[in-house]
């Protein structure tokens, strides 16, 4: 089998192949799927797709589904995420096919969705439903909603070639809140053409993941970019999810004065009994020192937000799209704005005198300014991927066109393995705990 690759480097692989094993020491879980799938090789003759963030963790998921006998392809997820010299690791060292270069503009970006879709894949993974959706508009010959670079590779094929294309999909895996809520819109459009698998919404995922690692890599990110002291300064997280309270938390423990903006009343009220200021956006703006939007949605920090900003502000983005930021409008009001002040930090110098930084382009700033979640903690996501693809391909022909939750038991055994692998052990209920916890009879 030949490697196909379009990377920024070959050259850069020994350097990405340190990363990666360093990467793998801390992924005891996944390594042991790892094991599991050499042996029994449950996806042996799938051809997967990933759409990822290309990271040394991610490297290390890719190789366990390779071990389980996949032909794997990977993209990215973002253009600022890849790390070059993993992604030329992968093909040189480990036999992957990978597309996918740091910076790479949009044009470049949807040329690898292409090849992804080109891959004929059976089994596909996403960060943020991409790829999905691209092929979900291929398939219903909906041209005019996809890229450029889509539009022309699907134009080769009849509408019903088009269609046909996809018709081998075995299933998909999810990895983010923002992709299950595209995927969950598509299934009630009635548009989904194949199973997806929420991986996101496993405890296993989004309790860890999204409130440890995110909250760690967003301020770590935050301080790279910036090498500002967190401790006395007064830090806006927008959006009190997962995410959020793992970055108010992590902000809170530097000695960052937190204020939390919210619209949902309970995730509110959660932050306030957390011991967060709450207040509105509008408010927030006049007083914080750092903005970080976690919430998803678009346009939490616009145009009156930026104006009513100290000087000096600094503005990044931790939710996966970048449109939480309303950036055309900081733009508009802006006088000048020098890129790079420091590296992926620009300075929009506004009408009004005022100075505003933005880290990295308003794109997850975790991922664009650290190396994104530590390997820990994306231990337990990737060994829930894997077992939810070797789940997925047994279930073939199975499960509806839809979106489906990761089994228990998949939850039970990663959680399990990584208490083990923290020398952690817990109690078991004895029987009559256990008949208790599940009767009726028994009252004051
Ligand atoms: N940076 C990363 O590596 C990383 C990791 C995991 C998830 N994510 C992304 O982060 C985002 C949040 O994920 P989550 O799991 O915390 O989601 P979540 O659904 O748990 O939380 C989002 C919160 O944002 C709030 N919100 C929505 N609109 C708002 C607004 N206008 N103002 C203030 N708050 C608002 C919601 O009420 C909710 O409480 C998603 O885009 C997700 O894909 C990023």
């Known amino acids: 089998m030949s490697v196909s690759s379009d990377v920024k480097d070959l050259k850069l692989a020994p350097g990405g192949k340190k990363r990666i094993l360093w990467a793998d020491q801390d992924m005891p879980v996944l390594r042991r799927v ?11 003759g799938m051809k997967m797709s990933c759409c990822l963030h290309v990271t040394a963790e991610t490297a290390n998921l890719v190789r366990t589904l390779q071990a389980g006998g996949a032909e794997v392809m990977l993209i990215a997820s973002n253009p600022l995420s890849t790390q070059d010299d993993v992604a030329a690791s992968l093909v040189s060292d480990f036999g992957i096919h990978v597309n996918a270069i740091h910076g790479e503009d949009k044009d470049t970006y949807y040329k690898h969705v292409v090849s992804a879709l080109d891959f004929q894949p059976h089994v596909t993974m996403d960060d943020g439903a991409d790829l999905v959706s691209a092929m979900i508009f291929v398939a219903l010959d909906r041209l005019k909603g996809v890229h450029e670079q889509v539009a022309n590779w699907a134009k080769k094929f009849t509408p019903q070639q088009r269609k046909e294309r996809f018709a081998q999909v075995v299933g998909s895996m999810e990895e983010t809140t923002t992709g299950v ?20 919404d496993a405890a296993t995922k989004h309790m860890f993941d999204n409130r440890y690692g995110t909250g760690q890599s967003t301020i770590d990110g935050i301080i790279r970019a910036t090498n500002i002291l967190m401790a ?8 009190y999810g997962w995410c959020g309270k793992g970055v108010a938390s992590r902000a809170r423990g530097l000695g960052a004065q937190v204020i939390i903006t919210e619209v949902d009343p309970i995730a509110a009220l959660e932050a306030a009994m957390d011991g967060f200021s709450v207040m509105p956006i509008m408010e927030a703006a006049k007083l914080g020192d750092i903005f970080i939007t976690v919430t998803g949605n678009k346009h939490i920090v616009r145009r009156e937000h930026f104006l009513a900003m100290k000087d000096g502000a600094i503005v990044c983005n931790s939710g996966h799209f970048d449109v939480e930021l309303e950036l055309p409008a900081l733009e508009e009001e802006s006088a000048s ?12 110098k506004l009408k009004n005198g005022k100075r505003i930084f933005v880290l990295g382009q308003g794109r997850l700033v975790n991922l664009a300014m650290a190396e994104g979640h530590p390997p820990s903690v994306m231990d337990m996501s990737f060994a829930t991927q894997a077992l939810a693809t070797e789940y997925c391909v047994k279930q073939k022909g199975k499960l509806t066109a839809a979106v489906h939750t990761v089994p228990l038991e998949i939850e039970h055994f990663v959680a399990t393995e990584k208490l083990a692998s923290m020398g952690i052990h817990i109690d078991a209920m004895t029987s009559d705990q256990a008949k208790y916890s599940v009767s009726w009879e028994h009252g004051t």
């Open 34 to 44: 790892r094991d599991q799938f050499a042996k029994a090789k449950p996806l042996a």
């Open 181 to 200: 809520i595209r995927l969950r819109a598509m299934e009630k459009d009635g548009v989904l053409q194949f199973p997806v698998i929420a991986v996101n």
């Open 232 to 239: 006395g300064r007064k830090v806006v997280v927008s959006g």
């Open 337 to 348: 704005k020098t890129l790079d002040v420091r590296n992926q930090v620009d300075e929009y």
